[in-house]
């Protein structure tokens, strides 16, 4: 089989700036040692030089972070915000919510007009769309908190800081999203300083430097989270936000804190899950949605067929339903997640499952007890210390606006509040009341950090699988299938993440699916049971590392990206 060994070893042996030639395809990698599964080559390769040098799972996992900051800026983010799923290698498992948060002068209303309508792209476009940064307090708490103790934090962030400053090749993706953006993008001044230098748009191949944000990242070496929250950084961003209109405060900043939370767990089948709760809703609707599914013989009524979509779908509306009613920031509002999550409620909403014809997304209701940028990354290391880590900045390059001098983008997750219940956001999620806008509060999310060990007959568990997605709402269904390709359906990793998808969010009533989801037949028996078809090119990016029964890890990232899964320790193992 390929491996992407010929990449890593040049990753390493070579500058920054030689990296990988654009365009090249990666395969995913085998290894005893280490594995790290991003969304670009370059971000994945900072996390194995990390694992490398001694490093565990948690400080790769912020060194990958802060690099994609660099190589992925549509996504990848110092100003946007997160989760992170975490099992140490003592089998412990933890969440940290580093969720962005509204400013505190915000309040409900502030994007409708006179008339109570909401006034378009202002939560999207503009500097009132964004919500306090969490990703750099979260990312140097990761490193803090559950780090091995081996490496500074210069040390973590120095592949960051070595590809801002050095550079790296811009690939055909990032040149393609530069194109597509420019009369966007190009007209916000201290963007289009960083983004398309010298008035041109950076050719395929090319250098791509930047020193402002290298600067920003070397005040995080030395200052660690005070260098963002407060001083020069803390400075230019609330001088933007004064200057354009936006709330982001100094004291907004500096009293912004990651916050650990227990993950939300559950059995499915001969696996346990921990994903991420509250404010991320990904975690609840993925128990909901294999709950449901539990009864159901998925392997005989085949992958993709046209009753296994039904089935999937049907639980897909009805834990959608539930997740616009009754989810948002734990800290603000009562939500009954244990119930939510309880076999005597799935028992009573699986009986509201139509087998054979599509529901009715108006009848589904609620029970009683993102093209979205988003990037998802997993790491794994010899220990058996997992990371699954899902970063944002909402919409591709956030609102658009660098922090000048500091060079970094901010985000537009206040669209992901309700601003007017009944109303769709940007990704169509029709949300309630739980989730409106709050000065302080966490912004409802739909990432899904996702770890899954497999039950054994001695009573304990071993790494299954670490996975998640980018996507919007997509995210969930995205990790869902990754879950069940693996689970239920005997796929390795490059299959459970690269077979074709299918999404439904209960509101808009369509059944997206992925070109080649479903054959010709298929798609004509799902139209006759009453569903509406819409294909889309691609649902959601994910990555994934799969923990084999002979102690190796294998990684991938979708083949659609610029994706790798790297290993650590080069021994090759063919399937």
């Known amino acids: 089989m390929n491996t992407v060994k010929p990449f890593v070893l040049a990753a390493l ?16 990698d085998y290894s ?22 001694g490093g565990n799972a948690a ?23 997160g989760f992170l799923v975490y099992r140490a290698a003592d089998g412990t498992v933890a969440t940290l919510d580093f969720r ?12 409708l007009d006179s008339d109570g309508e909401p006034v378009p792209e202002l939560s999207r476009r503009g500097l009132l769309a964004s919500g306090v940064p969490g990703s750099v307090a979260g990312l140097l708490e990761i490193h803090r908190r559950w780090g091995s103790g081996k490496l500074t934090r210069g040390d973590v962030l120095a592949p960051a800081i070595r590809l801002a400053e050095q550079g790296f090749p811009v690939s055909h993706d990032f040149h393609e999203g530069l194109v597509a953006n420019r009369a966007w993008l190009g007209g916000i001044q201290s963007t289009a300083r960083v983004l398309y230098p010298d008035g041109q748009i950076p050719a395929p191949g090319s250098l ?12 995080l070496a030395a200052r660690g989270r005070d260098g963002f929250y407060t001083g020069w950084v803390a400075d230019s961003l609330v001088a933007l936000m004064e200057r354009e209109g936006g709330l982001i405060s100094h004291d907004d900043l500096a009293a912004y804190q990651p916050v650990v939370r227990p993950p939300v767990t559950f059995s499915f089948r001969d696996y ?24 159901f013989g998925l392997l005989e009524l085949g992958h993709n067929s046209a009753a296994y979509a039904n089935r999937l779908v049907e639980a897909e509306r009805l834990a959608y339903a539930d997740r616009n009613h009754w989810l948002g920031d734990m800290d603000f509002t009562d939500m009954p997640l244990a119930g939510l999550l309880s076999p005597e409620y799935l028992d009573s909403r699986r009986r509201r499952i139509p087998l054979g014809r599509a529901g009715a997304s108006g009848s589904a209701g609620h029970g009683a007890p993102e093209h979205p940028e988003t990037t998802h990354y997993c790491v794994v290391d010899s220990m058996g210390g997992a990371a699954a880590i899902t970063t944002t900045l909402n919409g591709g390059y956030g609102n658009g606006w660098v922090v000048p001098g500091a060079g970094f983008f901010l985000n537009n997750e206040m669209d992901d509040f309700t601003v007017a219940p009944g109303r769709p956001n940007m990704f169509g999620l029709v949300q309630g009341v739980a989730n409106l806008i709050e000065p302080g509060k966490r912004m409802l999310s739909s990432m899904t950090p996702t770890i899954v060990t497999k039950l054994v007959p001695d009573g304990g568990e071993k790494l299954f699988l670490v996975a998640g997605a980018a996507g919007g709402p997509r995210i969930i269904t995205v990790t869902l299938q990754i879950i069940l390709n693996a689970t239920i359906f005997g796929m390795n990793v490059r299959q459970a993440v690269d077979a074709p998808r299918f999404h439904h969010q209960h509101l808009p009533d369509i059944l997206y699916h992925e070109p080649g989801t479903f054959g010709t037949e298929t798609a004509r028996r799902l ?10 090119e691609q649902l959601g990016n994910a990555s994934a590392i799969m923990a084999l029964p002979d102690l190796w890890l294998t990684g991938w990232a979708d083949g659609v990206g610029a994706g790798a899964g790297t290993g650590r320790d080069g021994n090759p193992k063919t399937e």
């Open 13 to 28: 042996v070579l500058p920054a700036a030689a990296g990988v030639s654009p365009g090249a395809r990666h395969y995913p």
């Open 32 to 53: 005893t040692a280490g594995m790290v599964a991003s969304a670009e080559p370059h971000a994945t390769a900072a996390g194995f030089e990390i694992l490398t040098r």
């Open 59 to 81: 400080d790769a996992a912020a060194a990958v972070g802060f690099a994609l900051a660099v190589t992925y800026p549509n996504a990848g983010n110092l100003g946007g915000g």
């Open 100 to 111: 962005e948060k509204a400013p505190s002068a915000v309040s409900y209303g502030m994007f």
């Open 208 to 219: 791509f430097r930047q020193p402002g944000l290298a600067a920003t990242l070397r005040e």
């Open 272 to 295: 346990r899950v921990f994903s991420m709760g509250p404010p991320s809703s990904g975690g609840i609707v993925l128990g909901q949605v294999l709950g449901l599914l539990e009864p």
């Open 527 to 536: 139209r006759a049971m009453g569903y509406k078809l819409s294909v889309q």
